[in-house]
């Protein structure tokens, strides 16, 4: 290998040989390891330390091939399709349609209307013209910020919402959390957990927000995987043992927050809303999804996210961690274990909400990971 490879991480050197191949989906791992001058056994574990594998990389770079292709038009859908390991192009347009409910052709046209520079702008007002938040939560979180919260005033406070009470007393069910409880204190103090109620009031607030202004499947199949996010973390954790640590305060709000931004870009009066609505049908990787939608948008999920929750001046914590996330998630800065273990709970919360079948991919991240009892998170999300 010369200086230049040397420089470069194994995982880089293996995309840069997928970018020269002219027909990267043929590129076995056995042909790949050779081109480096690698043996099998050292290629695999080179890759594992860098928390990769040959499959994941492969993958990721035809997902992200595909719809960078699509969207500047730099080649023709034919010649795309033989890049991707069609035998013929009307087989690869059977999978596409399959996977994101349009044709080829119909993505990319969807992605010609509308000027990406307007795109940004016209996400923010859409953000401004929010209705206010709730009474109960402005509450919650002022006293919070005050350090005046305990179950009690707590209690005090949701009980003046009869709804969100009721969500309250479903999510604390036997099922998810343990035993049923008997009141809402009893849910929250035994169940939940005060932090937990606090962020789950921005996020039904954020939700109900938005209803019909969005698609309403998009709605109740985040927010239901939203609501998993405290018992994945919990359960993560007790896989990592510790090996791991984690600010547990804003790293659950970030679980249930960073997704968020989906709502607000799938909003009606969003310009390229429908091309938002068929990608995170048809995209598996919640990094790649981001990167994508970031250069349609000019604005990714996860600043979406943030921009909501600084309207509605929700925890500067979390809003600072949300911008690093994005920088992360597009690979513009190194991270940490944390990020990369936050970054594939994330991957899994999305997965989960977008109802997919096949999970192979998460699993094998989360052994890179060093996650085990992956069995216990396809049980709860899948």
């Not at 595909?66 to 010649?79: D, G, P, S």
């Not at 939560?137 to 179950?151: A, G, H, S, V, W």
């Not at 479903?170 to 606090?198: D, F, H």
Request: hydrophobic letters at 45%; glycine letters at 4%.
């Amino acid at each position: 290998m010369n200086h230049l490879q040397r420089s470069l991480t194994l995982t880089e050197m293996t995309n840069n040989l997928l970018n020269k191949c002219d027909l990267p989906a043929s590129l076995t791992i056995e042909h790949c390891a050779s081109l480096l001058s690698m043996s099998m056994t050292s290629f695999r574990r080179k890759l594992a330390q860098e928390e990769a594998s040959y499959k994941l990389i492969q993958s990721k770079f035809l997902n992200e091939l595909c719809v960078h292709a699509l969207l500047t038009q730099l080649i023709k859908i034919e010649e795309l399709s033989f890049k991707l390991g069609y035998s013929e192009r009307a087989t690869f347009e059977r999978a596409f349609k399959q996977k994101f409910g349009i044709t080829p052709s119909q993505f990319r046209e969807l992605s010609m209307i509308g000027n990406n520079k307007g795109n940004r702008q016209n996400i923010i007002k859409i953000a401004q013209n929010m209705p206010p938040m709730p009474d109960s939560c402005q509450q919650l979180l002022r006293e919070k910020d005050q350090n005046n919260l305990d179950i009690s005033r707590i209690v005090l406070i949701i009980e003046k919402d009869p709804i969100f009470v009721g969500r309250i007393m479903g999510l604390a069910s036997r099922a998810i959390y343990g035993k049923t409880p008997s009141n809402v204190q009893e849910a929250i103090s035994r169940n939940l957990g005060m932090n937990t109620v606090l962020n789950l009031a921005v996020m039904y607030a954020i939700s109900d927000a938005l209803q019909g202004q969005v698609n309403q499947a998009v709605i109740e199949q985040y927010t239901q995987a939203f609501l998993m996010a405290p018992k994945l973390f919990k359960l993560v954790r007790q896989s990592l043992k510790g090996v791991v640590k984690f600010d547990i305060s804003v790293t659950e709000q970030l679980l249930i927050f960073s997704l968020l931004g989906i709502f607000l870009l799938n909003h009606r009066e969003a310009h390229q809303h429908k091309l938002i609505l068929h990608s995170i049908q048809g995209i598996d990787n919640l990094p790649l999804l981001n990167t994508h939608i970031n250069d349609i948008m000019q604005i990714s999920i996860f600043s979406a996210s943030a921009l909501m929750l600084s309207l509605w001046h929700v925890d500067a914590k979390v809003i600072k961690q949300l911008t690093h996330l994005d920088k992360f998630s597009q690979k513009k800065v190194k991270g940490t274990p944390q990020d990369e273990v936050v970054l594939f709970m994330l991957s899994c919360l999305y997965s989960s909400a977008r109802r997919n079948s096949d999970y192979t991919e998460l699993e094998e991240a989360a052994a890179l990971l060093n996650i085990s009892d992956f069995s216990d998170i396809q049980t709860l999300l899948f």
